[in-house]
């Protein structure tokens, strides 16, 4: 009888200890636990630690609560002012509802992920490029807000978006790298002229302060030579006196404003003289006017025809 009662009593545990062993559940601390009982949703989601299922009953599902880094692979399109790019970004997301997560889409990585590309493809078409090379962080809330707002429903929470890369054609990096270096040189040119408007200014207080004080031009003539023979060089300099140059200027100017110069006498002009056509055609009426008033001085002989 005994024998019996302890053979009744090692059987009992043994199947104690085989239903614990499939009813025995360990849900780790970032996982939830999501429980079907005859593939319905048992309303607890079980917590952290030792759980119990009924088993051969119950399928319990672990759903991971941390936050999930997931590359958008490069998505090519062409943005608001036509110029073809090629982005690439990464999302960060967590499951806020385990149940929500299972029931809702049938796999929640993957539905993030193609909602991402096509939430992409669409901010490039919306953007100009400039606002994606200098104001991504506008252009990342709205990618944020885009992903959110259909993610919530599935019990996953977008934590941020952040655009990676953006790739430009060769042509346009060309063309930005011409465009940045004109700018460069626009710049480099007006704080040239800026240099130059400064430097005439302060010139001209120079002069002034020289015309008032002469023999300052005469030290500065003196600095400047000083300076040219003190490098090692075949620049030959002859210093001129300033007060020379003054007294040259001053000589050539007073006989220029000193002296008057007398007209020069008009020669009158010489008369025509007659040609020979015109003596032979009148030469009948010269002979006509020496039968009335006599031969004239030393007339010339005429040859007389036949």
């Not at 009992?12 to 062993?21: N, P």
């Not at 252009?139 to 934590?159: K, R």
């Not at 800026?194 to 600095?223: G, N």
């Not at 006498?265 to 039968?291: C, F, K, M, N, R």
């Amino acid at each position: 009888m005994m024998q019996e009662l302890l053979m009744a009593a090692v059987g009992a545990a043994a199947v104690a200890a085989a239903y614990a062993g499939a009813a025995a559940r360990v849900v780790k601390q970032y996982e939830r636990g999501v429980v079907f009982r005859f593939g319905r949703l048992r309303g607890q989601v079980r917590q952290p630690g030792f759980n119990m299922i009924v088993p051969f009953v119950d399928r319990l599902h672990k759903v991971n609560m941390q936050i999930v880094t997931m590359p958008v692979p490069a998505q090519e399109g062409i943005t608001r002012d036509n110029v073809t790019v090629r982005v690439d970004a990464v999302v960060y997301f967590k499951v806020v509802d385990a149940a929500e997560a299972l029931v809702r889409v049938e796999d929640y990585r993957f539905a993030v992920s193609q909602m991402a590309q096509t939430s992409l493809r669409s901010i490039i078409g919306k953007s100009d490029l400039d606002d994606l090379l200098s104001n991504r962080e506008k252009l990342n809330q709205g990618l944020e807000l885009m992903l959110d707002s259909p993610a919530i429903g599935w019990g996953v929470q977008i934590d941020r978006v952040e655009i990676k890369d953006v790739s430009l054609p060769e042509t346009m990096k060309r063309s930005m790298a011409r465009q940045a270096e004109a700018d460069r040189e626009r710049r480099a040119r007006l704080i040239n002229a800026d240099a130059e408007l400064q430097a005439s200014k302060k010139l001209a207080e120079a002069a002034h302060q020289m015309a008032d004080a002469p023999s300052a031009l005469q030290l500065r003539l003196l600095q400047t030579v000083m300076a040219v023979a003190a490098e090692k060089n075949s620049t030959l300099v002859l210093p001129i006196p300033v007060e020379l140059l003054r007294f040259l200027e001053r000589g050539s100017a007073q006989p220029a404003a000193g002296h008057h110069y007398a007209p020069l006498p008009t020669v009158p002009p010489t008369p025509p003289q007659p040609s020979e056509a015109y003596l032979a055609g009148h030469a009948h009426a010269v002979d006509a006017i020496e039968d009335l008033t006599g031969a004239s001085v030393d007339p010339a002989p005429r040859e007389e025809t036949s």
